[in-house]
């Protein structure tokens, strides 16, 4: 807990930036009977029937001291699937960074043996030599502030019915657009200071 809060206090580096790391599932359910138009004030009617259409994963990438974010949207979230984010993060999103921070949580697919998996031991290293992985305790995904952004996106975008995973990709890239034009940030306030005080039962007596 404590590496991670003293990772949300260095100061902003653009050659070592902090970035937060973190996927969720959304499932595709399309409609059975169009939803009925509405006048304005009213609330918009759904059927309650409605079709699965799968699950897909999306991967959330967080820089919170420039306010930038990207999300892309995968049909599942293996090992070679999280170190292709891994290789993005660092050829594509931060390429002239001489080391990537990562605060991540524990999953078992998160872990520089899935970069290993994905590539040749060579092109790997080279991945793996410009990240250095934060991972939040069990019990504690909370001190990801990708979590927030999720919490963002799901109260803006993906609280409703979406059919598909061309129709999820459009509006969540309308969504990234958008926070992105706004450089919107997270207001962090809890410090080593605060998890001392407020988690002092947690600490060794």
Known sequence: MEEVLDEYAQPYDPKQPRVCFDEMSKQLVG???LPQSVGPGQAARYDYEYVRNGVANLFMIFEPRAGWRHVTVTQQRTKIDFAQQMRALV???FPEATAIHVILDN???????SLYEAFAPAEARRIVSKLVFHYTPKHA????MAEIEWSILVGQCLDR?????QTLEEEVSAWERERNDQRATVRWHF??????????RLYPS
């Open 31 to 33: 409609e059975v009977t």
């Open 91 to 93: 050829d594509e999103h």
């Open 107 to 113: 999953l078992n697919t998160h872990s520089p043996a």
């Open 141 to 144: 995904s909370w001190l990801n």
């Open 161 to 165: 019915r979406i059919p598909d995973r």
């Open 191 to 200: 410090s080593l200071e605060n998890a001392r005080t407020k988690l002092k």
